[in-house]
T-cell receptor, first 113, second 115 residues
Framework: AQSVTQLGSHVSVSEGALVLLRCNYSSSVPPYLFWYVQYPNQGLQLLLKYTTGATLVKGINGFEAEFKKSETSFHLTKPSAHMSDAAEYLCAVSELNTDKLIFGTGTRLQVFP | GAGVSQSPSNKVTEKGKDVELRCDPISGHTALYWYRQRLGQGLEFLIYFQGNSAPDKSGLPSDRFSAERTGESVSTLTIQRTQQEDSAVYLC?????????????FGPGTRLTVT
């Protein structure tokens, strides 16, 4: 069965610093990979996704992620954190037949001034 | 509205009572999903509807949980004889199937508290 591991339930960075949120998956076939963001009291919003093609994927709000098959990773990065980036970030992999999403446990990002 | 809507936004119920949660998917989306997010845990898949096919109920945690969907529209998730461990945010998502659109669009969720 597929699974997703997000290392670090909480990550804190200073405003302007690099953001790195880690995600590793287990899958016997090439998966579809997603990062969602959940702001307080709001629903999940898709940041970016990898399906096929280019392994470096750019998303909204300056985020990007790179699919590394050899490392079974899909880490999320942003060069310079902004206060508004404070939120819960969820990595997910989809099953090909149903597209149901398997989520990691999430990483809460705090940004300090 | 343009997005997925869910009602109620908050529900407090006593242990042992039945509750019904509603999801209105985006018009034209044939796939509909229910997930649960318990405190400190990731989202768990509950059930998946795709058109007229039999639903995938593999994520339902017990027979107290059931869900229905009328055609390609509204879905209701019913929890019978609620228990405290049922307290969670219940999220609904919908999706266009086919083509290259793989994104599930999520509703704001229903926060269920069982006292």
């Amino acid at each position: 069965a597929q699974s997703v591991t997000q290392l670090g339930s909480h990550v804190s960075v200073s405003e302007g610093a690099l953001v790195l949120l880690r995600c590793n998956y287990s899958s016997s076939v090439p998966p579809y990979l997603f990062w969602y963001v959940q702001y307080p009291n709001q629903g999940l919003q898709l940041l970016l996704k990898y399906t096929t093609g280019a392994t470096l994927v750019k998303g909204i709000n300056g985020f990007e992620a790179e699919f590394k098959k050899s490392e079974t990773s899909f880490h999320l990065t942003k060069p310079s954190a902004h206060m508004s980036d404070a939120a819960e970030y969820l990595c997910a992999v989809s099953e090909l037949n149903t597209d149901k999403l398997i989520f990691g446990t999430g990483t809460r990002l705090q940004v300090f001034p | 509205g343009a997005g997925v809507s869910q009602s109620p936004s908050n529900k407090v119920t006593e242990k042992g009572k039945d509750v019904e949660l509603r999801c209105d998917p985006i018009s034209g989306h044939t796939a509909l999903y229910w997930y649960r997010q318990r405190l400190g845990q990731g989202l768990e898949f509950l059930i998946y509807f795709q058109g007229n096919s039999a639903p995938d109920k593999s994520g339902l945690p017990s027979d107290r949980f059931s869900a229905e969907r009328t055609g390609e529209s509204v879905s209701t998730l019913t929890i019978q004889r609620t228990q405290q461990e049922d307290s969670a945010v219940y999220l609904c998502a919908s999706k266009i199937t086919g083509g290259l659109s793989y994104e599930q669009y999520f509703g704001p969720g229903t926060r269920l508290t069982v006292t």
